[in-house]
């Protein structure tokens, strides 16, 4: 059985198995679900796709489509397998391996999630850039700045259209006996963009 019976995104950190895999935390989550502007019948790749948080929110909101996970972390694939059991979603396929090599055997896809490139970002996005139709979709999230201003030039190097990067930080709230701290999470950037070139709405 689904243990997410809602139709929003941002399905709670402690709904996943974890372990000690990196994980995009749900607000942030959130946030990529509405950048990928997914439709029901939508194929995504994720990639460095962690303990598979990201394939999954997206699993459950492409009934009609597909997802694959490509993670080459032993660990996290086991993550994986676990959440994918455990939220009952069949249209999630977990792919092992390195990402610029794994993400050429994907026949077809529309939407791209990079949350790990395990410093195969120019690889990946010139893959990409090859492979996503006209106005295919993919988002990028990055802690560090050299990593977004990496991801910026490639985007730019490549036919991508419509690059929009925002920073977002998180603040949650700890008890702390009578009173609740915000304590500031890491910021993250998310940059997105549309793959240039004619639509095709066949």
Do not use: C
């Not at 694959?68 to 959440?83: D, P």
């Not at 990067?165 to 009578?178: D, F, L, Q």
């Amino acid at each position: 059985m689904n243990k997410w019976q809602y139709l929003t995104p941002g399905i709670p950190d402690s709904y996943f198995i974890r372990g000690k895999v990196p994980m995009t935390k749900e607000e942030v989550r959130a946030i990529v679900m509405g950048k990928l502007r997914l439709k029901e019948d939508s194929v995504l790749v994720d990639v460095g796709a962690g303990t598979g948080s990201v394939s999954i929110e997206a699993a459950l909101m492409t009934t009609g489509g597909m997802v694959y996970g490509i993670e080459h972390n032993e660990e996290a694939l086991k993550l994986q397998a676990e959440n994918k059991k455990a939220f009952g979603v069949e249209n999630f396929e977990i792919l092992q391996g390195r990402a610029k090599e794994v993400i050429k055997t994907i026949p077809l896809y529309d939407r791209v999630f990079i949350g790990g490139s395990g410093g195969e970002l120019k690889e990946i996005l010139h893959e990409v850039n090859n492979r996503l139709p006209a106005g295919g979709r993919v988002v990028i999230t990055a802690v560090t700045i050299e990593t977004s201003a990496r991801a910026l030039e490639e985007l730019k190097n490549n036919t991508f259209e419509d690059i929009e990067v925002i920073a977002v930080s998180i603040s949650r709230g700890r008890n702390t006996g009578k009173y609740t701290l915000m304590e500031a999470q890491n910021t993250i950037n998310i940059i997105s963009a549309s793959k240039g070139g004619i639509v095709n709405e066949g």
